[in-house]
């Protein structure tokens, strides 16, 4: 996923790329918590999964900050919010 996000990336589609690169990041932050084995119950959020690592010490808060920025770009493409690339 995350190469097929940075090709319509490339290609100026950065709400498709956003919205690819949200769904990995949630992916991995799920695996994560599967491997320390905090996975919340029910249906966790992006926020929920950071939290847990959070919690079990795995991020530190400048990692936690870094999935907060990550998670609010892939919100703002998932709401067709119009964002500029980064230089």
Same mark, same amino acid.
């Given at each position: 996923l995350l190469d097929q996000a940075q090709t319509l990336i490339v290609d100026q589609q950065f709400i498709a790329g956003g919205m690819l690169c949200r769904a990995v990041l949630e992916e991995h932050l799920r695996k994560m918590c599967i491997k320390q084995e905090v996975l919340p +119950?029910?249906? &966790? +959020?992006?926020? +929920?999964?950071?939290?847990?690592?959070? /919690? *079990?010490?795995?991020?530190? &808060?400048?990692?936690?900050? @870094?999935? @907060? /920025?990550? *998670? *609010?770009?892939?919100n703002q493409c998932a709401h067709a919010q119009p964002i500029e690339p980064e230089e």
């Open positions: +119950t029910g249906r &966790p +959020t992006i926020s +929920t999964l950071k939290q847990a690592l959070v /919690s *079990a010490q795995v991020l530190n &808060p400048i990692h936690a900050r @870094d999935v @907060d /920025s990550m *998670a *609010a770009r892939g």
